[in-house]
């Protein structure tokens, strides 16, 4: 380990330096199964912590690029492909931020009820 950080911290900081933001959407639905997983089912404390913290910054990054607030002020411009993937991966971060009491639970049930009304729209 370098710097003191952990295996967890340094994939998690390569990942994120590395992914491109069009996709992020994408990618973080796959990390975000397995990290939900991982976080459910491991008993060390630290390992949680630390899937916690990149779980809920991959999903910071998603809302940095306003996807929610655009997928409700512009439905015709977003894909329902790229909005079922986002509904998928927050799912996961809601279920990790309410187990972990964050803050941020409430910011993601706005964000669920967004996509899930978004969702609704396109497929009446």
Not at 4 to 25: E, T, W
Not at 63 to 76: A, L, T, V
Request: hydrophobic share 40%; net charge neutral; charged share 35%.
């Amino acid at each position: 380990m370098s710097e003191g950080k952990s295996n967890i911290r340094l994939l998690a900081d390569g990942i994120l330096a590395r992914q491109k933001p069009a996709l992020l959407v994408f990618f973080a639905n796959w990390q975000s199964q397995f990290c939900r997983l991982l976080y459910e089912h491991t008993r060390d404390r630290n390992i949680k912590e630390e899937v916690r913290n990149f779980v809920l910054e991959l999903h910071d990054k998603i809302d940095e690029r306003d996807f929610y607030e655009n997928e409700k002020r512009h439905p015709e411009r977003e894909v329902s492909v790229e909005a079922a993937c986002a509904l998928e991966d927050l799912n996961d971060f809601y279920a990790i931020a309410a187990r972990e009491k964050d803050p941020r639970v409430y910011k993601y049930r706005r964000m669920l009820c967004i996509s899930l009304a978004y969702l609704l729209r396109v497929s009446a």
